[in-house]
């Protein structure tokens, strides 16, 4: 509630944000500098947080430009992405990071071979690109699917197909959003992924 931020177990590749470039655990919660963090997320290596003033930040492993740097750098400390302070909601998959601002916009970057960034491309991004829309409310990724909802009830996926998880009644890949029918959706949340497969559970308003 003070708004600090810890961290603790697997080190490599500075995912814990303790500025430290050699592989090193922590068995017990340590302090990562700062007061004003306020939401984390975070897949495999790379942690993502915003701050009370909007701001994103992110740190750890970097192969395919996950930190939003528009570099390759591992980073073993919190780095801002980008000057924006209007970030609201983040959340990342695989290797791969979506985020809305509090405009509602939805924005994207990171690795994308099964086009899970929403470009109609499966080119990977080091830096945030848009993905069309200004009316999104939330967005939850799974290993290599995202599916996202707008304000107006719709309800969208996109990215790998393989168990027919974009809820489109087929298994083919989207690399753009692609609308699941229907228009009361009320949010999404991912579970119980085990390699390239994933679900998705969604609640409906009344």
């Not at 500025?19 to 004003?36: L, V």
């Not at 939401?39 to 790379?46: E, H, L, P, S």
């Not at 599916?147 to 009644?169: E, M, R, Y």
């Amino acid at each position: 509630t003070d708004g600090t931020l810890w961290s603790w177990g697997y080190g490599k590749h500075g995912n814990l944000g303790h500025n430290e470039s050699s592989f090193k655990c922590y068995s017990s919660p340590t302090q990562i500098p700062g007061t004003t963090w306020s939401k984390v997320t975070g897949a495999v290596n790379q942690p993502l947080v915003i701050k009370t003033d909007g701001t994103l930040w992110a740190w750890g492993y970097n192969n395919d430009g996950e930190l939003g740097q528009n570099s390759v750098v591992h980073r073993s400390s919190p780095v801002q992405v980008g000057s924006e302070t209007t970030w609201s909601q983040v959340t990342n998959s695989y290797l791969s990071v979506q985020a809305i601002k509090t405009d509602g916009t939805l924005w994207a970057w990171g690795k994308n071979e099964y086009g899970q960034l929403a470009q109609n491309n499966a080119t990977s991004r080091s830096s945030p690109v848009q993905i069309p829309g200004t009316t999104w409310h939330q967005v939850r990724a799974g290993q290599n699917s995202m599916w996202a909802n707008k304000t107006d009830g719709t309800l969208w996926s996109w990215g790998l197909n393989t168990t027919g998880n974009l809820g489109l009644n087929n298994v083919i890949g989207y690399s753009s959003p692609t609308q699941i029918p229907g228009t009361n959706w009320k949010s999404a949340n991912d579970y119980g992924f085990a390699g390239n497969y994933g679900g998705v559970s969604v609640l409906r308003t009344s």
